[in-house]
C-alpha cells in the first residue's frame, strides 16, 4: 500500500447556513407546509454530532420525488460552505433489484463535493462515520461539458475524459429499522454521499468497462464480487440517465466534474469496530483503490 495520507475530517456548523435558510425561506420551498428548514437544520445536526435521525418522512410527512430534489438543493448549499463546491454526483438505486426494493423506476442522484474527495491509499479515522456503507464502482471523469440530451452511450463517450476504479464511501445517516427509508429520504438528505476515492485514470477508449467484475476486501477478505452490468446493464447507462436528468432540469456536467454511477453489490453497510480495517476495490484492467479506517 501506499503512504497513507491523513485527513481532517471536516465539521459542518449550522451557523453556517442559518442566513441560507432565512434568505431561501418558506415562499420558496415551504407552500405545501412542510417544514424544510427544520429537516435542513437536523440533517445539519446530524453531520455535526455525529448522530443519526428518523426517517424525514416519518417525522416531517410524505412528500413527492421532486420535492425531495428541492430539499437536496437547500441541503447543498448548506454544506458546500465546508465542503467546497460540487464537483459531482453519485447515482443510487442504480440496478433493478435495487429500484424493484425500494419501489421506483429509476435511478437517485445527490451532488458530490470537493472536500469529499480523498486520495487513493488515504487513512480516515472511524469516528468520522455513524454507520459506514462501502461500496466499489465505476467511477467518470467529464471532459466536456454536457447541458444538452445526449441520445446514445457512443455520443456520450464523446463526452468523458477518464474512467476510473472509485470507492463510493457512504455515511447512513438514519436510525435502522424494521422498514426502509423511502428514496424520498434518501434523496433529500444527499443519498447518502459522504467520501469517495478515485483510482488511476484510464482513457475509455482503453477499457471494457462492461467486462469488469466489481470486488470490494476487507483486510484481505472478499466482502462483494458483482459484474459491472448489474449497474443498469452498464455503467455507462448510469452515466447517460445522470447527464440527461441534469440536462432536462436546466443543469449540466462540467469539464472535471466525476460521476460515481452506482454499485454493482449491495453496500458493506456497519458500525463500530467493524468499520475499521484496510480496505481493497479491483476492477482488474481498470485498477484498485485502497483505503485504511483506523
Same mark, same amino acid.
Given at each position: 500500500?501506499?503512504?497513507?495520507?491523513?485527513?481532517?475530517?471536516?465539521?459542518?456548523?449550522?451557523?453556517?447556513?442559518?442566513?441560507?435558510?432565512?434568505?431561501? =425561506?418558506?415562499?420558496?420551498?415551504?407552500?405545501?407546509?412542510?417544514?424544510?428548514?427544520?429537516?435542513?437544520?437536523?440533517?445539519?445536526?446530524?453531520?455535526?454530532?455525529?448522530?443519526?435521525?428518523?426517517?424525514?418522512?416519518?417525522?416531517? =410527512?410524505?412528500?413527492?420525488?421532486?420535492?425531495?430534489?428541492?430539499?437536496?438543493?437547500?441541503?447543498?448549499?448548506? @454544506?458546500?460552505?465546508?465542503?467546497?463546491?460540487?464537483?459531482?454526483?453519485?447515482?443510487?438505486?442504480?440496478?433493478?433489484?435495487?429500484?424493484?426494493?425500494?419501489?421506483?423506476?429509476?435511478?437517485?442522484?445527490?451532488?458530490?463535493?470537493? @472536500?469529499?474527495?480523498?486520495?487513493?491509499?488515504?487513512?480516515?479515522?472511524?469516528?468520522?462515520?455513524?454507520?459506514?456503507?462501502?461500496?466499489?464502482?465505476?467511477?467518470?471523469?467529464?471532459?466536456?461539458?454536457?447541458?444538452?440530451?445526449?441520445?446514445?452511450?457512443?455520443?456520450?463517450?464523446?463526452?468523458?475524459?477518464?474512467?476510473?476504479?472509485?470507492?463510493?464511501?457512504?455515511?447512513?445517516?438514519? #436510525?435502522?429499522?424494521?422498514?426502509?427509508?423511502?428514496?424520498?429520504?434518501?434523496?433529500?438528505?444527499?443519498?447518502?454521499?459522504?467520501?469517495?476515492? @478515485?483510482?488511476?485514470? #484510464?482513457?475509455?477508449?482503453? #477499457?471494457?468497462?462492461?467486462?469488469?467484475? @466489481?470486488?470490494?476486501?476487507?483486510?484481505?477478505?472478499?466482502?462483494?464480487?458483482?459484474?459491472?452490468?448489474?449497474?443498469?446493464?452498464?455503467?455507462?447507462?448510469?452515466?447517460?440517465?445522470?447527464?440527461?436528468?441534469?440536462?432536462?432540469? =436546466?443543469?449540466?456536467?462540467?469539464?472535471?466534474?466525476?460521476?460515481?454511477?452506482?454499485?454493482?453489490?449491495?453496500?458493506?453497510?456497519?458500525?463500530?469496530?467493524?468499520?475499521? =480495517?484496510?480496505?481493497?476495490?479491483?476492477?482488474?484492467?481498470?485498477?484498485?483503490?485502497?483505503?485504511?479506517?483506523?
Amino acid at each position: 500500500m501506499r503512504h497513507a495520507r491523513k485527513l481532517i475530517f471536516p465539521v459542518i456548523s449550522l451557523v453556517v447556513l442559518s442566513g441560507f435558510l432565512v434568505a431561501a =425561506g418558506r415562499p420558496a420551498y415551504g407552500q405545501d407546509g412542510l417544514k424544510v428548514d427544520e429537516m435542513v437544520e437536523e440533517i445539519l445536526a446530524a453531520h455535526e454530532n455525529q448522530t443519526q435521525i428518523q426517517y424525514l418522512t416519518k417525522t416531517y =410527512g410524505s412528500f413527492s420525488i421532486e420535492r425531495a430534489y428541492q430539499i437536496q438543493a437547500v441541503l447543498a448549499k448548506g @454544506l458546500s460552505k465546508k465542503l467546497g463546491d460540487v464537483s459531482g454526483y453519485k447515482v443510487a438505486y442504480a440496478s433493478k433489484a435495487a429500484q424493484k426494493q425500494f419501489g421506483v423506476d429509476e435511478p437517485a442522484s445527490g451532488p458530490l463535493f470537493r @472536500l469529499q474527495r480523498v486520495p487513493n491509499g488515504s487513512n480516515l479515522p472511524a469516528n468520522a462515520f455513524v454507520e459506514l456503507a462501502m461500496e466499489t464502482e465505476i467511477a467518470f471523469t467529464i471532459g466536456k461539458r454536457i447541458d444538452k440530451n445526449i441520445k446514445n452511450v457512443d455520443e456520450l463517450k464523446k463526452y468523458v475524459k477518464w474512467v476510473h476504479t472509485a470507492f463510493d464511501i457512504g455515511d447512513y445517516r438514519f #436510525v435502522s429499522g424494521k422498514d426502509k427509508p423511502t428514496p424520498q429520504d434518501m434523496i433529500a438528505s444527499g443519498a447518502g454521499a459522504h467520501f469517495h476515492v @478515485l483510482g488511476p485514470a #484510464v482513457a475509455p477508449d482503453k #477499457v471494457n468497462v462492461d467486462a469488469l467484475t @466489481l470486488k470490494l476486501a476487507r483486510n484481505g477478505k472478499t466482502l462483494a464480487e458483482s459484474p459491472a452490468t448489474n449497474v443498469m446493464g452498464s455503467p455507462w447507462n448510469s452515466l447517460l440517465w445522470l447527464a440527461n436528468k441534469l440536462a432536462k432540469s =436546466g443543469g449540466s456536467l462540467g469539464p472535471g466534474d466525476v460521476v460515481v454511477s452506482g454499485t454493482a453489490a449491495p453496500a458493506y453497510k456497519v458500525k463500530g469496530n467493524k468499520i475499521k =480495517g484496510n480496505y481493497e476495490g479491483d476492477c482488474g484492467a481498470l485498477g484498485r483503490v485502497t483505503l485504511t479506517i483506523n
